[in-house]
């Protein structure tokens, strides 16, 4: 796959992602993004509220945004 392919298609997943967001997590995410972090994904448990994992620039630390937008880099998650 060509470089610009997938810089295409990872910004659609991005774009994906954001929409799934309330604006309280867009706002913290966006103030990240400027640092160098990364909305990854978005855990949907059941009968739970959605958890937006977001990593930092060098992929060795993580952090969850939570629907209040505030930033818990103490949430121990299964990364596998």
Known sequence: ???SERR???????????????ED???TLRGLE???W????????SFL???AVVFDGDRKSYAVIETDGTLNEKKELDIR
């Open 49 to 51: 509220a959605k958890v």
């Open 25 to 27: 997590q867009l706002m």
């Open 34 to 36: 400027q640092f160098g």
């Open 1 to 3: 796959m060509a470089e």
């Open 8 to 22: 295409r298609l990872d910004k659609e997943r991005s774009a994906e992602l954001k929409r799934e967001l309330n």
């Open 38 to 45: 990364e909305l990854k994904f978005i855990r949907r448990p």
